[in-house]
């Protein structure tokens, strides 16, 4: 009985060509070069984690998250969450004062700046509601700012407001938007 090969020879050779040409090594080179960029490698990385910050023995700051990476040896130190975060910050360890839902965030540590993307909405005591869809918290400044769309429902005026760009304090409660647009007023007749 005579056994066929199931592809021709001269196939067989042109693919082992192929794989060994210099062009093959050189992307897998430029592969392992990539993986082994300590840069982008974290150097931990944790699953379900609710953490804590606290000063002076009360909580400051709480963050949920499904995944936290951190890269200690990238160029800037950064914290990466990238399955979203839900953080939320305290007045003292039981009244909060505001929170923060996103679909992504990064820490940036030296720059004590935070990154929130993706479906971005900010709650406060009040019971105001920001939503953008990009928004920065630098704890230097203590002011919360963005250049993005924001869609704003405030609940003391009775107002949902759009507009382009916001700044504010970190709690939410005394903010300015850059560009206003079809915003809307309720008004409650009963009063």
């Known amino acids: 009985m005579k056994r066929v090969a199931p592809y021709p020879l001269s196939l067989s050779a042109a693919l082992l060509l192929a794989a060994l040409s210099p062009s093959a090594c050189k992307s897998d080179i430029e592969k392992i070069r990539e993986i082994n960029d300590i840069q982008n490698i974290p150097s931990l990385r944790i699953e379900n984690l609710d953490g804590r910050m ?16 951190q890269f200690y040896f990238a160029e800037e130190k950064y914290t990466d969450f990238p399955k979203g975060i839900k953080l939320y910050r305290y007045l003292d360890s039981a009244t909060v004062e505001a ?10 540590e030296a720059k004590e700046l935070w990154e929130a993307t993706g479906n971005v909405v900010v709650k406060n005591m009040q019971g105001d ?4 869809e990009k928004l920065f918290w630098s704890q230097k400044t203590k002011k919360i700012y963005t ?7 405030d609940t003391e005026k009775g107002a949902v407001i759009f507009g382009k760009g916001l700044t504010s304090d970190e709690s939410f409660t005394d903010y300015e938007i850059k560009e ?3 915003s809307v007023i309720y008004v409650d007749d009963k009063k």
């Open 54 to 69: 606290t000063e002076l023995g009360g909580i400051k700051v709480r963050f949920i998250t499904p995944e936290l990476r």
């Open 99 to 108: 929170s923060v839902v996103a679909d992504h965030a990064i820490n940036y």
């Open 129 to 132: 509601e920001l939503r953008t």
């Open 147 to 153: 250049d993005a769309l924001v869609n704003i429902i």
């Open 180 to 182: 206003v647009f079809n």
